[in-house]
């Protein structure tokens, strides 16, 4: 019977037309559920749920709205019998959110407490909230364990993710809601249709989107900044994860919100696995047989050294670890790249 109850639930995506949102919508039709997306296209595009629609072969519903506006995600609510929500809807740009803090404050903080108030009004109990390893600050200690202290993020939107946190701690506390907030390391790659992956807007900060649009010819070289860290290589080490993994992290955190306990608990999803970015640049270039132009430079500001996360908590209690490596990241990046240009 609980399978069931499982397999049947309908559950709202915010921001579900994004880049982990679309790959998370696809993953959630595979496992049996039934989808709602909101999503104010402020960073993707409503063609993504054609493409979502190609892959599943599995309707669902589309609402364009911002989470921000209370009233318009009520009334979605209000049409469908929702289950549970992952909330993806959030600015996510670290550059631009130094630049801009108060947009990402508004819009984030907002929105997750706008998410919060649908979820009283409509006595629903489960939630999945995107979070970041940026919420570790500039740690020191790898594989990371989520029992780490959090204490200072460096940039204005991983405060949003440590303020988010603190919002669902103390909302669980006075509710009978059960979240899961999942702190992601490095996104990669695209789904292997080459149908979704990441839509850039402008200029890339990330890596990944960089050494694809340089690949691509959009950009003329990549600099990878700084050799000179306490590294084996001198590069910085992250744990880059692909996307199709962590949309699944997300199927595996809201079954068991169901079958969980009320109360707030925190997942490191990443690899458990830490490369480099020079590791991450020749294993480009060997499993898509080609040269990348590429140089050294400066330090960026707000690099952190190296950071990989220790998954142990995920594979013990949701059941979920990855499972594809750097050649799938590297190859569906690139063929989602080649589909775009
Ligand atoms: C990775 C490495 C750069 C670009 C990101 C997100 C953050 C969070 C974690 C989700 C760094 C180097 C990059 C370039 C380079 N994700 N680099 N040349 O900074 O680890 O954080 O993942 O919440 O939101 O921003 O990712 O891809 O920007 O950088 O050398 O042109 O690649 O120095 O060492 P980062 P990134």
Known sequence: MRATAILMS???????????GSHTVVELQAAGHHVVVVDNLSN?????????NTI????????????????ALA???????????IHFAAYKAVGESVEQPIKYYQNNINGLISVQDCMKRFDIKNLVFSSSCTVYGDTKESPITEDQPIVQAISPYGTTKIIGEQLLADFAQVTDTRIVS???????GAHKTALIGELPLGVP????PYITQTAAGIRKKLTIFGRDYNTPDGTNIRDFIHVVDLAKAHVKAIDFCETNTFGLEVFNIGTGVGHSVLEVVNAFELHNKLQLNYDFGDRRAGDVEQIWADTSKAKSVLGWESELGLEEMMQSAWNWQKQLS
């Open 75 to 85: 009334q979605v609510i209000q049409q469908h019998e929702v289950d549970g929500i």
């Open 56 to 71: 599943t072969n599995t309707p669902f519903a589309f609402h364009k709205l911002d989470v921000c506006d209370t009233e």
């Open 44 to 52: 993707t595009n409503a063609e993504v749920a054609d493409r979502i």
């Open 10 to 20: 309908t559950i709202l995506v915010t921001g579900g037309l994004g880049y982990i």
């Open 205 to 208: 900060n990330n890596l990944v």
């Open 182 to 188: 999942l702190r992601y390391f490095n996104p990669v």
